[in-house]
């Protein structure tokens, strides 16, 4: 089970890396190791505190969806100085004088978060991985998004497949035990069910509809311990195609017609949120570079319409 997936490649320290191919490193290690974003092992191509747990386990490997670390917004306006000529006719300006222009506001999105990270919860998946001729225990840590009050939650395939047992955390601190309703043979996507009522579900949006640059939220628990982690970017790219490989098994998965952002993706983050402005949820991160910055990639939450039909009752 793994958050995240990344690309193969090898380590670049960001301080020489030059510019060449995107590659993901699928594999986190923490105490509970979450799930790493899937590892891409081929150049992106556009188609246009908790201590940290141990073990890792299979999907853990994929440094595929699990992402997000704290960047939040800031509010108000900003002072910026520049050099100013004085008026005709006026005393000449002295070297120190300054003209004091205001940048429009940031946008505000505390109150949009308030809500939406009540809607995701932290996925603890307990199995085995297979290392040679030898079977071990592993646990792996991702994230999910409530679909409905009843207990739906969607998350990345890599998350849960292959668990033996799955516990998910709300944020109001409850654990309960899931079981897995369906797993997508066409995605990197699944279906899990808690027993409980009254959750707070998901506002869903329309993927179809987003568009370069605007507003991108990510939401879930980096490296299985910072649960509800926030950051902020925007939509970087549509429809793009990386090759993932699983740590754990060595499988490579191509995903295609991927949501490009660069709000920050973690280790722990699959199956998270990738939220417009208004809170709506437009993608399901799954995958992150590790040899460049500010590279994630989310499934578009139009992906995942049959497995929300299913979830709703609304299945065609």
Do not use: C
């Amino acid at each position: 089970m793994n958050e995240a997936l990344q690309p193969d490649g090898d380590d670049v320290d960001p301080s020489t890396a030059t510019t060449s191919t995107s590659s993901f490193d699928s594999s986190i290690h923490t105490d509970v190791e979450p799930d790493p974003p899937p590892r891409l092992d081929s150049s992106v191509a556009d188609a246009d505190p908790r201590p940290p747990r141990q073990g890792g386990r299979g999907l853990a490997g994929l440094l595929g969806a699990s992402l997000l670390a704290a960047v939040l917004a800031s509010t108000g306006t900003a002072a910026i100085l520049t050099g100013a000529a004085a008026p005709a006719g006026s005393p000449a300006a002295t070297a120190n004088s300054r003209a004091v222009n205001t940048a429009p506001d940031v946008e505000d999105i505390t109150g949009v978060v308030a809500a939406a990270r009540k809607s995701v919860v932290t996925i603890t998946a307990d199995g085995t991985t297979t290392n040679g001729p030898f079977t071990v225990p592993s646990t792996g840590v991702g994230s999910g998004v409530i679909l409905t009050s009843n207990g739906y939650i969607l998350t990345n395939r890599h998350v849960v497949e292959n668990s033996r047992s799955l516990t998910v955390s709300l944020m109001d601190g409850r654990e309960l035990a899931a079981t897995i309703v369906r797993i997508s043979d066409t995605n990197d996507l699944a279906l899990i069910k808690v027993d409980a009522t009254g959750l707070p579900a998901a506002a869903i949006g329309d993927s179809a509809a987003i568009q370069v640059g605007q507003t991108a939220i990510a939401i879930g628990s980096p490296l299985g311990t910072y649960t509800e982690t926030v950051t902020r970017g925007i939509v970087s790219g549509l429809d793009r195609e990386v090759t993932v490989t699983d740590e754990s098994t060595r499988r490579q998965t191509t995903l295609k017609g991927l949501i490009q952002t660069d709000a920050a993706i973690n280790p722990g983050n699959s199956g998270g949120p990738l939220l417009d402005s208004a809170g709506q949820v437009i993608g399901l991160n799954t995958a992150v570079a590790t040899s460049a910055e500010g590279l994630g990639f989310a499934i578009p939450i139009g992906a995942a319409a049959d497995l929300i039909g299913l979830a709703t009752g609304s299945a065609a």
